[in-house]
């Protein structure tokens, strides 16, 4: 398994044929204790050393990097050193450190030598191969078999235990969850605040009459390492409850054709009148599923020379990039080892170097969208206003500021998130239960719309 994680992540490192710890001889732990040392880049061996000798009981174990050992970690040393031994892991680049620190010691002190001869992510792996092999050789010692040990009753009874059933999580709820975006220091009075404006927002949602539904898809209607996939039965369930009691939904994204496609897949033709789409983050505003959409071209204006300012940037060699006319969509290469958060900084900087580009983006789960200053999924949430002469509830998953659903979630105050909300207190709540997000959320939301006998009104779960 660590072999397999070290080649995704970094596709250009070399590895051995072979480990030398895997044909070394090892010698067992012979003390009740032991003290395990790393430097740089041997962490995971150390932790992996820990995890194996504490679960297993045979020895109980520290883990200190060497400058840590120091600084105050050999105080406590000093006064077991007769029941302790000192295992050092090292590789090439910190060997003189851990020979350094060794040699320090006592000369009476028990060591255990844990050095690899190879470098890099190769050293990591052999490390851990040596600490699987000093398990295993005082288990034999003592008799034990490591992959199958006796399991007491109350061991059993500690793993089925249900940690929720016992433990007070309120303080994650929807008001800690405003709190947490605002950064900044929380406070009694503030609590309290955010506690009258939950009451506020919520006895003024009961009071309204819901003639639409607005709902972002990747990470709202499904997750978004499931995007390429149709949502789920429930969800599906859900939305076709909604659109049989004759709910008008609208979907807002940043897909485009591929969204169109599934929703034809799974959504009945009858209720195809419905359901509105808008693509691209609103650019592409579709009135009904019974549309035809047609192929976006290439993108033009300030979209088409942030594309050539992409293109021309040293990091444009680890992105895909997707142009369209209304919208151009940044994606990290996988194995690169860059994410959402750095692209979003890398676009950030191209648009607004001079001469400042007339565009803006958003972050969501995968990528970077860029679209026109002008364009707006609220767009969706307009069309829907006004063709149903009624209020629209909408649903998100990045309410937060810079998220690509921040716009829609903070236009209107009858607006949820299944994710990440904004500080606002007027608007964008997560009220979903703790643990809950992305599509669960959203059908934790769906099941508390109720028709009335001209529209639907959402009644706020009780906390």
């Not at 994680?5 to 090892?26: F, G, K, M």
């Not at 594309?307 to 895909?320: F, H, I, N, Q, T």
């Not at 994606?331 to 959402?340: A, K, Y």
């Amino acid at each position: 398994m660590s072999t397999l994680l070290t080649r995704s992540s970094d596709q250009t490192v070399e590895l051995p044929t072979s480990l030398p710890w895997l044909a070394a001889e090892v010698p067992p732990l012979l003390t009740a204790h032991c003290v395990v040392l790393y430097g740089p880049g041997n962490r995971s061996a150390a932790i992996d050393l820990e995890t194996r000798l504490s679960e297993l009981g045979l020895a109980s174990v520290q883990v200190a990097d060497y400058r840590n050992f120091a600084h105050g970690r050999h105080t406590g040393f000093a006064r077991n050193a007769d029941t302790t031994t000192v295992i050092s892991l090292a590789c090439p680049s910190t060997a003189a450190l851990a020979t350094a620190t060794l040699e320090a010691l006592p000369p009476e002190t028990r060591q255990m030598r844990l050095h690899s001869s190879l470098t890099g992510p190769a050293a990591a792996l052999d490390l851990l191969v040596a600490s699987m092999r000093v398990v295993g050789a005082t288990a034999d010692r003592v008799g034990l078999e490591p992959a199958r040990p006796r399991v007491p009753p109350f061991g059993r009874r500690l793993y089925h235990l249900g940690a929720q059933r016992h433990i007070s999580l309120e303080k994650h709820g929807p008001i800690e969850r405003k709190l947490a975006a605002l950064h900044v220091p929380r406070s009694s009075e503030l609590r309290s605040q955010y506690s009258t404006a939950l009451q506020r927002w919520q006895q003024g949602v009961r009071s309204q009459e819901l003639r639409g539904l607005v709902i972002d898809y990747d990470g709202t209607a499904c997750a978004t390492s499931e995007r390429f996939k149709l949502p789920t039965l429930e969800v599906q369930r859900e939305l076709l409850r909604l659109l049989d009691g004759g709910l008008r939904i609208g979907f807002a994204s940043g897909r485009g054709r591929s969204l169109y496609a599934d929703l034809r897949r799974w959504v009945p033709s009858s209720q195809w009148d419905r359901i509105t789409l808008g693509l691209y983050n609103g650019s592409l505003l579709v009135r009904s599923l019974r549309d035809e959409v047609s192929s976006p071209g290439p993108p033009t204006g300030a979209l088409d020379s942030l594309v050539d300012r992409l293109r021309d940037e040293p990091l444009a060699g680890s992105m895909k990039i997707n142009e369209r006319a209304g919208q151009v969509s940044i994606e990290p290469v996988t194995g690169t080892g860059i994410g959402v958060e750095a692209t979003a900084n890398w676009v950030s900087a191209c648009v607004n170097r001079a001469p400042r580009l007339a565009l803006k983006s958003f972050q969501s789960g995968h990528s970077v969208d860029v679209i026109d200053t002008a364009t707006s999924k609220v767009a969706v949430l307009d069309y829907l206003n006004d063709a149903t002469g009624g209020n629209v509830l909408a649903i998100g998953d990045r309410g937060d500021d810079g998220g690509n659903d921040f716009e829609l979630l903070s236009a209107q105050p009858w607006t949820l998130s299944v994710d990440r909300c904004s500080g606002d207190h007027t608007r964008c709540w997560n009220l979903a239960p703790v643990g809950v997000s992305g599509p669960p959320a959203l059908v934790f939301y769906l099941k508390h719309l109720r028709p009335l006998r001209s529209g639907w009104h959402f009644r706020p779960p009780s906390r």
